[in-house]
């Protein structure tokens, strides 16, 4: 589970980087609203889906990784919104934090579903982390397809 986890956290990482090269290759052809459309996206679902794995991977103490997720969210936030006009650079920090907050509850809420009431899981743990990676790798897969094909040249 562990391996599996942390190549889900190599692959979540490698998309969010082409994400941003693609964002960052064309800033200057695109509109400014199209522009903080895609910010907010990219760096929304990036920050929830490596926030995700890093709270399945590394399932210690809660108070210390949301802390580590919460700044790893900001700075992922932060730098796709610094790629735009500077007014987004707020809206940046705070999606990316909030993503990563409710990345990491996403994930406690894998490994105890009690947390919200819900009823104990008759999976085991490897079996609901796996099945969450793959959906938040598939979400990160088809938000980085949406972003290269918004942000093509017509």
């Known amino acids: 589970m562990i391996l599996f986890g942390l190549f889900l956290l190599v692959l979540s990482s490698l998309l969010g ?16 609203s199209l522009s903080f459309t895609v910010t907010l996206a990219a760096g929304q679902i ?10 399945l991977v590394f399932p210690i103490d809660f108070t210390v990784i949301c ?4 700044w790893i969210g900001i700075v992922i936030g932060t730098q796709f919104s610094s790629v735009t006009r500077k007014q987004s650079l707020l809206a940046g920090f705070f999606n990316g ?4 907050v409710m990345g990491t509850m996403v994930g406690a809420v894998t490994i ?3 947390l919200c009431g819900l009823p104990e899981s008759t999976l085991t743990l490897q079996n609901t982390g796996i099945a969450v990676g793959i959906f ?4 990160l897969c088809a938000t980085t397809l949406l972003v290269r094909f918004s942000l093509i040249k017509h």
């Open 46 to 55: 990036t920050s929830f889906v490596i926030a995700i794995t890093l709270y």
């Open 112 to 114: 105890d579903p009690t």
């Open 67 to 70: 802390t580590v997720n919460l």
């Open 97 to 100: 934090g909030v993503a990563a």
């Open 17 to 32: 980087v082409y994400m941003y090269a693609l964002f960052y290759k064309s800033r200057y052809r695109i509109s400014d």
């Open 136 to 139: 938040g790798l598939l979400l």
